[in-house]
């Protein structure tokens, strides 16, 4: 029987049988059990004393995930509705930007932009790589005399498992007037990021991946330059008005009742990150990365990305074996859930997320089922070749 995720009756009845379940996809993605138990107490006001404390924490700890001085604003909401508010916040109708496009989730900034009528052009690069940064800056340069208000970037593309070098781009780009905006709701506490020294004007990102909590809420990140930008822009806004969100913030107020249980878990979530320490963080998904990568190759596997990313890896579909039938009995023996391709690689890669609250243990589980269930495939490779090779990784 080939399991259909979207099959609930199946997924309940697998559950059921499996009741560890190990969600290794790249979001939303494993909570940990304190951050579980900070987010089962008493709501309390979001007006009240209490919770204006618990926000200035939360404010606090996320000024140095994100790596800046600047503001931080809190939404409920996905990351998409962080990517809309950044458009909607710092442009106006007929505005020229830059998106570069490196996937699914670089589509995303396309359309968006264009939604709000923005003059977008676009700079495509083959899924599966990372932008060269002087294509930008040639991009750019051919645009002078017609002002260039935005470059939109995805820090790590989840689509298609590679990474943009942010800190080059930011070089770039703060030699014009234009603003720098990235996405990175799953490169944030799982891939180095570091806004004010990278020159990153807007930073989105949201709950449910790297800071390890159910998805609700959104993130963004704003420089000084932005809010100067801010002050020009035009486009409607009304609940994603970050210049009021700003105004709340200076008592730890969000605009709007905000999910509250999940701040109580992004506090939570914020103190184990910091306490493992942030470059720690880094590079527990790196060495992880590198694991699994190591482990995918020695079964006979190949790799969608060229750059990658240190928190997904896109794995091509083995000959004659779909994602759905591949996922379905990873889903049904072991009750590991990988995450189908996106977009224009539906059904041709799986994707093995690898972030936020994960350990070795789940990278040899992953690797150990995948094993099985590829033999059972008839899929030619040397048996246990996949987690020696992830095991010397680990070691070393
Ligand atoms: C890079 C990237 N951008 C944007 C999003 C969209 O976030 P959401 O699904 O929370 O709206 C995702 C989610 O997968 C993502 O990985």
């Given at each position: 029987?080939?399991?259909?995720?979207?099959?609930?009756?199946?997924?309940?009845?697998?559950?059921?049988?499996?009741?560890?379940?190990?969600l290794m996809a790249p979001g939303p993605t494993m909570v940990p059990?304190?951050v579980?138990?900070?987010?089962?107490?008493?709501?309390?006001?979001?007006?009240?004393?209490?919770?204006?404390?618990?926000?200035?924490?939360?404010?606090?700890?996320l000024?140095e995930i994100f790596r800046?001085?600047?503001?931080?604003?809190?939404?409920?909401?996905?990351g998409?509705?962080?990517?809309?508010?950044?458009?909607?916040?710092?442009?106006?109708?007929?505005?020229?930007?830059?998106?570069?496009?490196?996937?699914?989730f670089?589509?995303?900034?396309?359309?968006?932009?264009?939604?709000?009528?923005?003059?977008?052009?676009?700079?495509?690069?083959?899924?599966?790589?990372a932008?060269?940064?002087?294509?930008?800056?040639?991009?750019?340069?051919?645009?002078?005399?017609?002002?260039?208000?935005?470059?939109?970037?995805t820090h790590t593309e989840t689509s298609t498992g590679i990474e943009n070098d942010i800190?080059?781009?930011?070089?770039?780009?703060?030699?014009?007037?234009?603003?720098?905006?990235v996405d990175t709701v799953s490169g944030l506490a799982t891939s180095r990021y570091q806004m004010?020294?990278?020159?990153?004007?807007?930073s989105l990102s949201a709950s449910q991946k790297g800071l390890m909590c159910?998805p609700?809420?959104?993130f963004?990140a704003?420089?000084?330059?932005?809010?100067?930008?801010?002050?020009?822009?035009?486009?409607?806004?009304?609940?994603?008005?970050?210049?009021?969100?700003?105004?709340?913030?200076?008592?730890?107020?969000?605009?709007?009742?905000?999910?509250?249980?999940?701040?109580?878990?992004v506090?939570?979530a914020i103190?184990m990150i910091l306490?493992e320490g942030l470059e720690n963080v880094w590079e527990r998904h790196n060495k992880l990365a590198m694991a699994m990568r190591?482990?995918?190759?020695?079964?006979?596997?190949?790799?969608?990305s060229?750059n990658h990313a240190p928190n997904v890896t896109v794995?091509?579909?083995?000959?004659?074996?779909?994602?759905?039938?591949?996922?379905?009995?990873?889903?049904?023996?072991?009750?590991?859930?990988?995450a189908?391709?996106?977009?224009?690689?539906?059904?041709?890669?799986?994707r093995i997320g690898h972030m936020g609250y994960v350990d070795?243990?789940d990278v040899?589980?992953?690797?150990?089922?995948?094993?099985?269930?590829?033999?059972?495939?008839?899929?030619?490779?040397?048996?246990?070749?996949?987690?020696?090779?992830?095991?010397?990784?680990?070691?070393?």
């Amino acid at each position: 029987m080939v399991i259909d995720d979207l099959d609930n009756e199946n997924l309940y009845e697998i559950e059921l049988n499996h009741p560890k379940h190990r969600l290794m996809a790249p979001g939303p993605t494993m909570v940990p059990e304190r951050v579980k138990m900070a987010m089962l107490r008493s709501i309390r006001h979001h007006r009240s004393q209490y919770f204006a404390g618990l926000l200035e924490q939360v404010r606090d700890g996320l000024r140095e995930i994100f790596r800046t001085d600047g503001d931080i604003l809190i939404f409920t909401s996905s990351g998409t509705g962080m990517l809309e508010a950044a458009v909607q916040n710092f442009f106006s109708e007929g505005d020229r930007v830059l998106v570069v496009n490196t996937g699914h989730f670089g589509d995303r900034w396309v359309r968006i932009c264009q939604a709000y009528g923005l003059t977008v052009r676009v700079l495509e690069v083959e899924w599966g790589r990372a932008v060269n940064p002087k294509l930008i800056e040639q991009r750019l340069s051919e645009e002078v005399g017609r002002e260039i208000k935005g470059v939109f970037v995805t820090h790590t593309e989840t689509s298609t498992g590679i990474e943009n070098d942010i800190e080059e781009i930011g070089k770039i780009v703060r030699e014009t007037d234009a603003l720098f905006l990235v996405d990175t709701v799953s490169g944030l506490a799982t891939s180095r990021y570091q806004m004010d020294e990278w020159g990153v004007d807007v930073s989105l990102s949201a709950s449910q991946k790297g800071l390890m909590c159910p998805p609700g809420l959104g993130f963004a990140a704003v420089s000084e330059k932005a809010w100067m930008a801010n002050r020009r822009a035009t486009l409607p806004r009304f609940y994603f008005d970050l210049a009021s969100a700003k105004d709340g913030m200076a008592d730890f107020k969000t605009p709007w009742t905000p999910a509250i249980s999940i701040i109580y878990g992004v506090h939570e979530a914020i103190k184990m990150i910091l306490s493992e320490g942030l470059e720690n963080v880094w590079e527990r998904h790196n060495k992880l990365a590198m694991a699994m990568r190591a482990g995918i190759t020695a079964m006979n596997l190949t790799l969608f990305s060229i750059n990658h990313a240190p928190n997904v890896t896109v794995v091509n579909c083995p000959d004659g074996v779909t994602s759905k039938e591949l996922r379905g009995k990873i889903l049904e023996r072991f009750g590991i859930y990988l995450a189908d391709g996106q977009g224009r690689l539906k059904d041709r890669v799986f994707r093995i997320g690898h972030m936020g609250y994960v350990d070795k243990l789940d990278v040899i589980a992953t690797l150990g089922a995948l094993e099985v269930v590829l033999k059972d495939f008839g899929h030619i490779f040397d048996e246990g070749a996949g987690l020696r090779e992830a095991l010397d990784v680990i070691r070393g």
